[in-house]
Protein backbone atom coordinates (compact mmCIF):
# COMPACT_ATOMS: atom_id res chain seq x y z
CA UNK A 1 0.00 0.00 0.00
CA UNK A 2 1.03 3.42 -0.56
CA UNK A 3 1.75 5.53 2.69
CA UNK A 4 0.36 8.83 3.09
CA UNK A 5 1.67 12.05 5.58
CA UNK A 6 -0.80 14.04 7.49
CA UNK A 7 0.04 16.48 9.80
CA UNK A 8 -0.34 15.50 13.21
CA UNK A 9 -2.94 18.19 14.62
CA UNK A 10 -4.22 21.07 13.16
CA UNK A 11 -6.85 23.49 14.81
CA UNK A 12 -9.94 25.47 12.97
CA UNK A 13 -12.07 28.35 13.67
CA UNK A 14 -15.99 27.84 14.53
CA UNK A 15 -17.27 28.52 11.03
CA UNK A 16 -14.52 28.96 8.72
CA UNK A 17 -13.37 26.13 6.49
CA UNK A 18 -10.83 23.45 7.47
CA UNK A 19 -8.22 22.13 4.62
CA UNK A 20 -6.79 18.82 5.70
CA UNK A 21 -3.82 18.38 3.76
CA UNK A 22 -2.64 14.70 2.25
CA UNK A 23 0.48 13.49 0.33
CA UNK A 24 0.82 10.28 -1.10
CA UNK A 25 3.68 10.24 -3.59
CA UNK A 26 3.84 6.77 -3.90
CA UNK A 27 0.39 6.35 -5.22
CA UNK A 28 -0.38 4.08 -7.64
CA UNK A 29 -2.44 4.50 -10.74
CA UNK A 30 -5.39 2.05 -9.15
CA UNK A 31 -5.17 3.48 -5.66
CA UNK A 32 -8.28 5.22 -4.39
CA UNK A 33 -7.84 8.20 -1.71
CA UNK A 34 -10.00 7.58 1.13
CA UNK A 35 -11.04 10.10 4.21
CA UNK A 36 -12.17 9.01 7.39
CA UNK A 37 -12.47 10.52 10.73
CA UNK A 38 -13.01 9.15 14.33
CA UNK A 39 -14.62 11.01 16.97
CA UNK A 40 -13.03 10.21 20.29
CA UNK A 41 -14.33 7.00 21.48
CA UNK A 42 -16.39 6.31 18.58
CA UNK A 43 -15.85 4.13 15.66
CA UNK A 44 -14.17 5.46 11.90
CA UNK A 45 -16.63 7.26 10.02
CA UNK A 46 -16.45 7.27 6.54
CA UNK A 47 -16.47 10.70 4.56
CA UNK A 48 -15.81 10.54 1.44
CA UNK A 49 -13.18 9.01 -1.56
CA UNK A 50 -12.16 9.82 -5.20
CA UNK A 51 -9.86 8.37 -7.53
CA UNK A 52 -8.84 11.35 -10.27
CA UNK A 53 -11.62 13.98 -10.06
CA UNK A 54 -12.91 16.05 -6.89
CA UNK A 55 -15.45 14.51 -5.09
CA UNK A 56 -18.05 16.55 -3.10
CA UNK A 57 -21.02 14.98 -0.78
CA UNK A 58 -22.87 16.62 1.99
CA UNK A 59 -19.91 16.16 4.36
CA UNK A 60 -16.69 17.24 2.78
CA UNK A 61 -15.35 17.88 -0.22
CA UNK A 62 -12.14 16.39 -2.08
CA UNK A 63 -9.30 17.71 -3.86
CA UNK A 64 -7.13 15.79 -5.66
CA UNK A 65 -4.20 17.21 -7.53
CA UNK A 66 -3.87 16.19 -11.27
CA UNK A 67 -0.21 14.51 -10.53
CA UNK A 68 -2.42 12.76 -7.39
CA UNK A 69 0.71 12.70 -4.86
CA UNK A 70 -1.27 15.10 -2.88
CA UNK A 71 -5.22 15.64 -1.70
CA UNK A 72 -7.25 18.09 0.44
CA UNK A 73 -10.16 17.43 2.60
CA UNK A 74 -12.23 20.48 2.79
CA UNK A 75 -14.93 20.66 5.38
CA UNK A 76 -16.67 23.79 3.94
CA UNK A 77 -18.15 25.13 7.88
CA UNK A 78 -16.48 23.45 10.32
CA UNK A 79 -18.18 22.87 13.37
CA UNK A 80 -17.36 21.97 17.08
CA UNK A 81 -18.64 18.18 16.39
CA UNK A 82 -16.57 17.86 13.84
CA UNK A 83 -13.74 17.85 16.15
CA UNK A 84 -12.07 14.56 14.99
CA UNK A 85 -8.97 12.56 14.36
CA UNK A 86 -9.20 12.77 10.51
CA UNK A 87 -7.24 9.95 8.37
CA UNK A 88 -6.05 9.98 4.97
CA UNK A 89 -5.76 6.44 3.24
CA UNK A 90 -4.67 4.91 -0.45
CA UNK A 91 -5.86 1.56 -1.10
CA UNK A 92 -6.35 -0.40 -3.96
CA UNK A 93 -9.75 -2.04 -4.74
CA UNK A 94 -9.18 -4.57 -1.93
CA UNK A 95 -10.04 -5.05 1.77
CA UNK A 96 -7.26 -3.39 3.36
CA UNK A 97 -7.58 -0.02 4.83
CA UNK A 98 -4.25 1.29 6.59
CA UNK A 99 -4.78 3.56 9.27
CA UNK A 100 -2.17 5.45 10.02
CA UNK A 101 -1.64 8.28 12.86
CA UNK A 102 -4.21 10.73 11.48
CA UNK A 103 -4.58 14.60 11.65
CA UNK A 104 -6.36 16.11 14.74
CA UNK A 105 -8.60 18.37 14.38
CA UNK A 106 -9.69 20.68 16.79
CA UNK A 107 -12.49 23.21 16.37
CA UNK A 108 -12.38 26.28 18.24
CA UNK A 109 -15.32 28.45 19.04
CA UNK B 1 -30.99 1.31 5.68
CA UNK B 2 -27.66 -0.09 6.85
CA UNK B 3 -26.74 -0.74 10.70
CA UNK B 4 -24.15 -2.73 12.54
CA UNK B 5 -24.26 -3.43 15.98
CA UNK B 6 -21.61 -4.58 18.37
CA UNK B 7 -21.82 -5.68 21.86
CA UNK B 8 -20.93 -5.51 24.60
CA UNK B 9 -19.79 -1.88 24.70
CA UNK B 10 -17.63 -2.09 27.55
CA UNK B 11 -15.85 -5.48 28.89
CA UNK B 12 -13.35 -5.79 31.74
CA UNK B 13 -12.14 -9.76 31.80
CA UNK B 14 -9.11 -11.28 33.90
CA UNK B 15 -6.38 -12.26 32.47
CA UNK B 16 -6.75 -15.95 31.52
CA UNK B 17 -10.50 -15.97 30.71
CA UNK B 18 -12.30 -16.78 27.87
CA UNK B 19 -13.85 -13.58 25.06
CA UNK B 20 -16.76 -13.54 22.80
CA UNK B 21 -17.38 -10.29 21.75
CA UNK B 22 -21.01 -10.32 18.87
CA UNK B 23 -21.09 -7.96 15.84
CA UNK B 24 -24.00 -7.88 13.38
CA UNK B 25 -25.20 -6.64 10.36
CA UNK B 26 -28.37 -5.48 9.23
CA UNK B 27 -30.04 -3.98 5.58
CA UNK B 28 -27.59 -5.54 3.59
CA UNK B 29 -26.83 -9.19 2.15
CA UNK B 30 -23.31 -10.80 1.58
CA UNK B 31 -21.46 -8.20 3.15
CA UNK B 32 -17.72 -8.39 3.76
CA UNK B 33 -16.81 -8.37 7.33
CA UNK B 34 -13.86 -7.09 9.53
CA UNK B 35 -12.60 -6.59 12.93
CA UNK B 36 -9.89 -4.00 14.18
CA UNK B 37 -8.19 -3.38 17.02
CA UNK B 38 -7.22 -0.11 18.21
CA UNK B 39 -4.60 0.10 21.14
CA UNK B 40 -4.76 2.80 23.52
CA UNK B 41 -3.50 5.96 21.60
CA UNK B 42 -2.45 3.90 18.25
CA UNK B 43 -4.15 3.52 15.22
CA UNK B 44 -6.64 0.52 13.89
CA UNK B 45 -4.60 -2.79 13.20
CA UNK B 46 -6.76 -5.10 10.85
CA UNK B 47 -7.26 -8.72 12.51
CA UNK B 48 -9.55 -10.70 10.07
CA UNK B 49 -12.00 -9.89 7.27
CA UNK B 50 -14.34 -12.36 6.02
CA UNK B 51 -15.87 -12.23 2.39
CA UNK B 52 -18.80 -14.92 3.38
CA UNK B 53 -20.18 -17.77 5.41
CA UNK B 54 -16.85 -19.51 6.85
CA UNK B 55 -14.30 -17.88 5.56
CA UNK B 56 -11.90 -15.96 7.87
CA UNK B 57 -8.62 -14.52 6.31
CA UNK B 58 -6.31 -13.66 9.30
CA UNK B 59 -4.10 -10.76 9.15
CA UNK B 60 -1.68 -10.65 11.98
CA UNK B 61 -0.53 -13.58 14.19
CA UNK B 62 -2.24 -13.24 17.93
CA UNK B 63 -4.37 -14.74 20.45
CA UNK B 64 -7.42 -14.31 18.73
CA UNK B 65 -9.83 -16.27 16.46
CA UNK B 66 -13.04 -15.15 14.49
CA UNK B 67 -15.81 -17.25 13.00
CA UNK B 68 -19.06 -16.37 10.72
CA UNK B 69 -21.63 -18.65 11.68
CA UNK B 70 -24.40 -16.53 9.63
CA UNK B 71 -23.99 -14.19 6.63
CA UNK B 72 -24.58 -10.84 8.88
CA UNK B 73 -22.91 -12.18 12.24
CA UNK B 74 -19.21 -11.90 12.99
CA UNK B 75 -17.62 -12.72 16.28
CA UNK B 76 -14.30 -12.20 17.59
CA UNK B 77 -13.62 -14.97 20.19
CA UNK B 78 -10.22 -15.78 22.28
CA UNK B 79 -9.58 -18.73 24.85
CA UNK B 80 -7.37 -16.97 27.01
CA UNK B 81 -7.14 -13.80 27.19
CA UNK B 82 -3.41 -11.99 27.37
CA UNK B 83 -3.30 -8.15 28.82
CA UNK B 84 -2.42 -7.10 25.67
CA UNK B 85 -5.80 -7.53 24.37
CA UNK B 86 -7.01 -4.91 25.84
CA UNK B 87 -7.94 -2.29 23.24
CA UNK B 88 -11.14 -1.14 21.65
CA UNK B 89 -12.09 -3.61 18.90
CA UNK B 90 -14.11 -2.54 15.66
CA UNK B 91 -16.14 -4.30 13.37
CA UNK B 92 -16.85 -2.97 9.94
CA UNK B 93 -18.87 -4.14 7.14
CA UNK B 94 -18.47 -3.43 3.58
CA UNK B 95 -20.05 -4.05 0.18
CA UNK B 96 -17.61 -5.74 -1.90
CA UNK B 97 -14.61 -3.77 -1.36
CA UNK B 98 -16.02 -0.67 -1.50
CA UNK B 99 -16.32 1.92 1.61
CA UNK B 100 -15.87 0.29 5.28
CA UNK B 101 -18.73 1.29 7.72
CA UNK B 102 -18.25 1.17 11.30
CA UNK B 103 -19.98 -0.11 14.51
CA UNK B 104 -19.89 1.39 17.29
CA UNK B 105 -16.57 -0.58 18.98
CA UNK B 106 -15.87 -2.56 22.20
CA UNK B 107 -13.94 -1.51 25.05
CA UNK B 108 -12.07 -4.35 26.05
CA UNK B 109 -10.41 -4.25 29.46
CA UNK B 110 -8.15 -7.59 30.91
CA UNK B 111 -7.07 -7.19 34.10
Known amino acids: DAKTTQPPSMDCAEGRAANLPCNHSTISGNEYVYWYRQIHSQGPQYIIH???NNETNEMASLIITEDRKSSTLILPHATLRDTAVYYCIVRANDYKLSFGAGTTVTVRA | SQTIHQWPATLVQPVGSPLSLECTVE??????LYWYRQAAGRGLQLLFY??????ISSEVPQNLSASRPQDRQFILSSKKLLLSDSGFYLCAWSSSFGEQFFGPGTRLTVL
Open chain 2, 27 to 32: GTSNPN
Open chain 1, 50 to 52: GLK
Open chain 2, 50 to 55: SVGIGQ
